[in-house]
């Protein structure tokens, strides 16, 4: 296990987990990028929370989100103040909630 956030809502020292990779050049191997403000986060594609893994160093939950108004996609939901997974960092995100993201 990682070490939790560090107050901000960032977590600093680990790899990332591989259920939710960064964006690389807006672009994800499997899933979509999903682009907010403070960062990215790649998200498979879903029709409900089930189908979204946890990741194993955090206490955010897993959720379902419509990102674009059209597809939905797998996000780490921090609306709560869960812990993001180390070197992600917890993004309000207006009208949705709040997720994790890679700066």
């Keep these: 296990m990682t070490g939790p956030d560090d107050g901000t ?6 790899p990332p987990p591989s259920s939710y ?3 690389v050049g807006g672009a994800c191997d499997v899933g979509s990028c999903i682009e907010v403000e403070d960062g990215a986060v790649c998200g498979a594609s879903c029709t409900d929370a089930t189908m979204c893994p946890l990741s194993a160093n955090s206490d ?4 379902c989100v419509a990102f674009d108004g059209r597809m939905s996609s797998c996000a780490l939901d921090c609306a709560g103040g869960e ?3 180390v070197g992600m960092l917890c993004d309000l995100t207006i009208g949705l909630g709040a997720f994790c993201v890679w700066p």
Excluded: K, R
């Excluded at 809502?9 to 680990?14: D, E, L, P």
């Design 9 to 14: 809502g960032a977590s600093t020292g680990a």
């Design 21 to 23: 990779p960064p964006c």
């Design 60 to 63: 955010a939950l897993p959720a």
């Design 83 to 85: 812990a993001c997974p």
